[in-house]
């Protein structure tokens, strides 16, 4: 079983929906989880980062924790075409290095 | 805002050639990681340094070395590049959890 686990995508949504992406861990005792945003060609970029149960906003982007279910989840609100990228999700598991998913890539129809 | 860069975007290099991928960054971060990132594959730990002079394996350091004579610096070397390691390098640092990647490096070895 890989460490962290992403759904496989690709995700297609409109302009203007919420697009959902989900991601599970197998490490209980996980501390701290991140979404990265990848655009094709591009490096990671840090868009949100999350360390205790429940949901954290950032403008259009919440993530979502529940450690009991292993389970962190990204709603991105009202997308965009700009939100059209792959999202990484990434588990730190109390040292320094970070376990990556595969990540699961999003495009927004115009 | 963390700055992280690489000596170069594209590299093109011959087997069996000594190849150096540097890695700089600007805000005083203790940890700088290497990745390699190939379809299908996901991002995967190389190497990483949590001090200076101080390096660990990652989850494939077989044909890597790496170097960390000063703080902001962190270089990887591929000793004899082989065709198999046509790849994008990604650094990153990080000052606790959350990690910053440069842009990237795209290596092609012939």
């Known amino acids: 079983q890989k460490e962290v686990e992403q759904n496989s995508g690709p995700l297609s949504v409109p302009e203007g929906a919420i697009a959902s992406l989900n991601c599970t861990y197998s490490?209980?005792?996980?501390?701290?989880f991140f979404w990265y945003r990848q655009y094709s060609g591009k490096s990671p970029e840090l868009i949100m980062s999350?360390?205790?149960?429940g949901d954290k906003e950032d403008g259009r982007f919440t993530a979502q924790l529940n450690k009991a279910s292993q389970y962190v989840s990204l709603l991105i609100r009202d997308s965009q075409p700009s939100d059209s990228a792959t999202y990484l999700c990434?588990?730190?598991?109390?040292?320094?290095?970070?376990?990556f998913g595969a990540g699961t890539t999003v495009t927004v129809r115009a | 805002d963390v700055k992280v860069t690489q000596s170069s975007r594209y590299l093109v290099k011959r087997t069996g050639e000594k190849v150096f991928l540097e890695c700089v960054q600007d805000m005083d971060h203790e940890n700088m990681f290497w990745y390699r990132q190939d379809p299908g594959l996901g991002l995967r730990l190389i190497y990483f340094s949590y001090d200076v002079k101080m390096k660990e394996k990652g989850d494939i350091p077989e044909g890597y070395s790496v170097s960390r004579e000063k703080k902001e610096r962190f270089s990887l070397i591929l000793e004899s590049a082989s065709t198999n390691q046509t790849s994008m390098y990604l650094c990153?640092?990080?000052?606790?959890?959350?990690?910053?990647f440069g842009p990237g490096t795209r290596l092609t070895v012939l």
């Open positions: 490490d209980r005792v996980s501390q701290s």
């Open positions: 990153a640092s990080s000052l606790s959890q959350e990690q910053f």
């Open positions: 999350i360390y205790s149960n």
């Open positions: 990434a588990v730190n598991n109390n040292d320094y290095k970070l376990s």
